[in-house]
């Protein structure tokens, strides 16, 4: 609940960003543990549209929620083994895709470690050193087999697509936006954000990127022009605190326990939701200097890195899209 409410917040801080000459149709919902927003401009059938990705979002979580028992995920994490429909085979293969590009920085097996320090039912707690060396045996996409559409599971490994649903929920929506002939979108679910065409009046979308140490303020805000994702992930989203020591919802598959490194919130802005969301998580489990590097040799995103000391960092290719904050540059 406190991660609705700061969500909403962020939601709140970016809506009069956008001040745009037509009035949206707009709604509201809650899915995936988040508050959404559509808002639609110049469309006919903008409030049909708008309900229409509702439904397909809802869709998307039946078959990917870990919790609700009946989901395709959850079955097959419950019996090692099922059925995937294609749409969330396309979506395992991809995350696969991309666990290996970022070398499994981005982990989908990793959920017995999310269950065991408690993020799935808010039952936090801090393991034992036994006990996450046990369910790291079964943390690795090499525990995964695949022939068709039947998916295999070695003993004790399970699924998670909390890294990649949003963002892949948003590109779905943006697609079936664009199908149905929308010219202006934008989708903001949870800390995803995902524009589609151009606003009516012309001007730059205005996306606010959360200040992590303030919650109530923007770090930044970012220009962007036509369809695109924004995605940020950060520690400050989901955590709990123990002995003094916070412990955050994202995972260093290597060491089984949430990430301690030395970034505060990483932005991607990339062409499709999917791969924002996959590398939003994966840069941050990466650190500074390898979430640079990684950068440097890819051709298919930019990123926005506040360190824990509070310094902004921006790819090149984001340099004269950013207000209202100080910045320095990577360059390749
Ligand atoms: P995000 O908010 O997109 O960064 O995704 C974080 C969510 O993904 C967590 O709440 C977990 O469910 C899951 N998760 C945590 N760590 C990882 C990781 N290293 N790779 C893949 N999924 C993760
Ligand atoms: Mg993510």
Not at 8 to 20: G, H, K, R, T
Not at 229 to 249: K, M, W
Not at 311 to 329: F, K, S, W
Request: with cysteine.
């Amino acid at each position: 609940m406190k991660r609705s409410l700061a969500l909403f917040a962020v939601l709140l801080l970016i809506l009069p960003l956008c001040s745009c000459a037509a009035k949206p149709a707009e709604q509201s919902f809650f899915a995936m543990n988040t508050v959404m927003s559509v808002r639609i401009w110049h469309d006919d059938g903008a409030a049909a549209d708008a309900a229409a990705v509702q439904a397909l979002v809802n869709t998307l979580e039946r078959a990917l929620s870990v919790t609700n028992p009946g989901s395709e995920i959850a079955q097959l994490n419950g019996t090692g083994s099922g059925t995937l429909s294609d749409d969330t085979l396309y979506l395992l293969e991809k995350t696969l895709a991309l666990s290996a590009r970022t070398g499994s920085a981005l982990d989908p097996t990793l959920y017995p470690i999310v269950r065991l320090w408690g993020f799935t039912t808010d039952a936090f707690r801090v393991p034992s050193e036994e006990e996450i060396a046990a369910a790291l045996k079964s943390i690795g996409t090499e525990h995964i087999t695949q022939s068709g559409n039947t998916v295999t599971l070695a003993d004790g490994t399970m699924l998670d697509f909390g890294a990649v649903a949003k963002g892949y929920a948003a590109q779905k929506s943006a697609e079936f936006l664009t199908r149905s002939g929308v010219e202006a979108a934008m989708l903001s679910f949870g800390g995803n954000i995902q524009t589609v065409g151009s606003k009516p009046d012309g001007t730059d979308w205005k996306i606010g990127i959360q200040d992590p140490f303030d919650a109530a303020s923007n770090a930044a805000v970012l220009s962007l022009s036509g369809s695109g994702a924004v995605v940020t992930s950060g520690g400050y989203q989901r955590y709990f605190e123990e002995n003094g020591e916070t412990y955050c919802h994202i995972m260093d598959p290597k060491t089984g326990a949430p990430v301690q490194g030395d970034l505060a919130s990483v932005t991607i802005v990339a062409p499709n939701g999917m791969l924002a969301d996959g590398l939003s998580t994966a840069l941050y489990v990466m650190g500074f200097d390898d979430a640079c590097e990684f950068w440097r040799t890819s051709d298919d995103f930019e990123a926005i890195l506040i360190t824990n000391a509070g310094d902004i960092y921006i790819t090149e290719g984001l340099d004269g899209r950013i207000d209202g904050a100080q910045y320095q540059v990577i360059t390749r």
